[in-house]
C-alpha cells in the first residue's frame, strides 16, 4: 500500500473512530434516559422556605412534559427549552448548593463554639 493509500485510510478510520464515539455517546444517553424515566423525581421546590432558596425558575409541569414526551422522537425543537430548563436547574443547584453550605458552616460553627451542643448533637448521632 503507497503512502497516499496509507494516509486515506488512516484518515478514513479516524473518521470511523469519531463516528463511533458519537453513537456510543448517543446510546449511552438514550441508556439514561430510559433508566432516569422509569422513577421520576419529586416536585423540585417543595422545601424552599427551609432552605433559604426560591423554587426553580422551571415549573414541575414543564419538567415533567420534558421527561415524559410521547414518543422516542428527539426533535431539534426541543433544544431551546431543553437548554433553557437545563440552565435554570443549574441555577437552582446552585443556589441548594449554597444554601447547604451556609447551613453546614453554621453547624460547624455552632458545634465549635458550644460544648454542650457539640455533646448533645455528636451522642446523638449514629
Known amino acids: 500500500m503507497g503512502a497516499d493509500d496509507l494516509r486515506l485510510a488512516c484518515a478514513s478510520l479516524r ?16 441508556l439514561d434516559l430510559t433508566v432516569a424515566r422509569a422513577v421520576l423525581p419529586d416536585r423540585l421546590g417543595q422545601h424552599a422556605a427551609a432552605l433559604g432558596t426560591s423554587s426553580p425558575a422551571v415549573s414541575h409541569n414543564v419538567l415533567m412534559g420534558i421527561a415524559q414526551a410521547p414518543g422516542a422522537a428527539m426533535l431539534v425543537t426541543d433544544l431551546p427549552r431543553l437548554r433553557t430548563a437545563e440552565e435554570s436547574l443549574a441555577t437552582y443547584e446552585a443556589a441548594v448548593r449554597r444554601a447547604l453550605m451556609i447551613a453546614t458552616d ?8 458550644d460544648p454542650d451542643f457539640r455533646a448533645l448533637h455528636l451522642s446523638a448521632a449514629p
Open 106 to 113: 453554621a453547624l460547624v460553627e455552632r458545634l465549635c463554639q
Open 15 to 30: 473518521h470511523e473512530i469519531t463516528q463511533i464515539a458519537h453513537w456510543r455517546r448517543l446510546v449511552r444517553a438514550r
